[in-house]
Structures are given as structure tokens and as C-alpha cells.
């Protein structure tokens, strides 16, 4: 038994069954001798219903896994090369992939035994999107065993951080070929071509804007990251207390049961007490009639012994 097989098993359990199932196989550790793989069992968390839906996704239709991790690459290609057209296609598809996907994983939850709303769908559905655009998300789903919906990240961030990496250099080889060509910046040649090199105003205006709301979209990405990491160890702690609920509930069943069972044996042994304190009722009027008829029987034989004696008596004597 090792960490990958107990994974698997569990994570392809209903989210009900989860909890149960790893400590018994936590305790199939420890039992071994195996404590440092106990502690890593007993680590694991369960998924949300939400997690458990694209996880079934993955296990119950692999055949689309790898067409849409192939599709997530052909979109970040094209953010990275800025094509248009491309995207404009990718996206398309990538709405439609989506959709089929998402109506596909509800159908097959509902077939588990665990219909799902709209909301579910639509975190599954966020999910792929995460998908499509982020390889370690990719990853993440592909493996089958998530805890909770992966979030849909804003734009493609590896695509965007590799087009914002480039921008900075054309300005540095304008700049290197003006030297060449021996003007400095801020010569009178520089001043001269300055009109005719200087790009339009508000082609200008857009990239600023556009970098500024990317990067306003990625302090809100980190914010929302901080947000879900809180919410998610409150989520922990609140799975944890429910785990010490359930166990206390079920200790206090079985003390219920162990009491209901103390009960009962309580009322049969006061039923046999009654009894057998009945027995000894009747057996003691028992004995006092039989004393009775010894002793009316015994007083009985002593009168007969007597009158035999007196009739026996002047017999005797006349025979003298």
C-alpha cells in the first residue's frame, strides 16, 4: 500500500464515503507499522461535491482529457503569438468544449447516484476554464483527485507573462539602432524624427491601460487567492470539527445502544427476580402445608397407637 494507491482509490469515492474510508485505511497503515504513511492518509482532505464531479469527469471519460489539456496549449500558443483569427477560432471551440463537458460531467453524477444543480456545473465548468488556461491547473484536474474547484484565472498568465516580457525590448533596439545610425536621444535628429518614429497617441494610451488592468486584474487574482486559501483552512477546520461531531455521534450511539441493551437486560432480570421470588413463595406455602400434614398425619398415628394400646390392655390382664 502506498500514498498514489490509497489516493486513488479515495478520490474516486462519493464525498459521503470519503471520510470513512481513509481512516480505515489510515488505521491499515499504522497497523502495518507504517505511521509516517498513516499521518499522510490521515492528511488527505475530502472533495467538495463540486471537486468530486470533475474528478468523475476525468476517471469516467479519459478520452477528454487529453484533447482539451491539447486544446488548453493550442490557446496559450495563440495568446502568446498575439494570432487573432486563431483565438477568435480557439474560442469558439473552447465555449463549446466547455459546455459538452460540463453537461457531461452533471449526467455522470446524476448516474453515480448524486444529481447536481446548476451551481455545481457551473464550478466544474470554471474548472475546465482553469483548465484551458493554466498548465498547473491542467495538471491539477488530470490527476483526478481534486478537493476543491479549481478557480478560473483571469486571461491566459503564462501567455500574458511571455507578451509582457517581450514588450520591453523593442524599445531598447530602437533606441540601440538611433545610436548606430549616430543620433542620440534627445538630439536635434531625434527631435526631428521623433514625430515620425513616436507611436499614436492612443495606441500608446491602450497599452498603458491594458498593462494597467492586467495588473489590477493580478492583484485581484492574488487577493482572491489570499481570500480562498482563508476560506479554504476554514473549510478545514470546519470539516475537522464536523469529523469530532460525527465520531462523538457515533460514540454516542453506541453508548445508547450499549445503554438501550443494559436496559433491557435490566427489565428481564427484574422479570426472573419477580419470578423466581414467586417460586419461593409457592414454595414456602409448600413446605408450611407439608409440615402441616406431617404433623396432623404424625398426630394422627400417635392417637391410633394409643387407642390400639388401651384395647389391648384389659385383655391381658383377664388372661392373668
Partial sequence: MDLDAVADELYGLRPEEFVAARDRRALDARKAGDQALAKEIRAL??????????????????????????????????????????????????????????RQARRLAAEAGHPVG???????????????????????????????????????PEADEGVLGRRPAAPAAAREKKRAEGG????????????EAKEPEDELAHRRHLNEARSAARGAERDLRAREAEAEAAGREAEEAGERVAGAEERVRGLRARLREAEEE???????????????????????????????????????????????SPGRAHRR
Avoid: C, M, Y
Wanted: aromatic share 2%; charged share 40%.
Fill in 45 to 102: 482532505r475530502r472533495p467538495s461535491l463540486a471537486a468530486w464531479v470533475g474528478n468523475l469527469l476525468v476517471r469516467r471519460q479519459p478520452d477528454e482529457v487529453q484533447p482539451l489539456l491539447d486544446l488548453g496549449e493550442e490557446l496559450r500558443r495563440a495568446h502568446r503569438e498575439l494570432d487573432g483569427p486563431r483565438l477568435r477560432k480557439l474560442a469558439r471551440r473552447q465555449s463549446e468544449v466547455i459546455g459538452t463537458l460540463g
Fill in 118 to 156: 446548476d451551481g455545481v456545473q457551473r464550478e466544474v465548468e470554471e474548472t475546465l476554464h482553469a483548465v484551458l488556461a493554466d498548465p498547473q491547473a491542467a495538471r491539477e484536474w488530470a490527476a483526478g483527485r481534486l478537493v476543491k474547484p479549481l478557480g478560473a484565472t483571469f486571461g491566459f
Fill in 184 to 195: 542620440e536621444p534627445g538630439g536635434r535628429g531625434a527631435e526631428r524624427k521623433r514625430g
Fill in 266 to 312: 435490566q427489565r428481564r432480570s427484574r422479570s426472573d427476580e419477580q419470578e423466581a421470588r414467586e417460586r419461593a413463595r409457592q414454595a414456602d406455602r409448600a413446605v408450611r402445608e407439608a409440615r402441616r400434614h406431617a404433623e396432623t398425619t404424625a398426630a394422627r398415628a400417635e392417637r391410633l397407637a394409643g387407642a390400639r394400646a388401651e384395647r389391648a
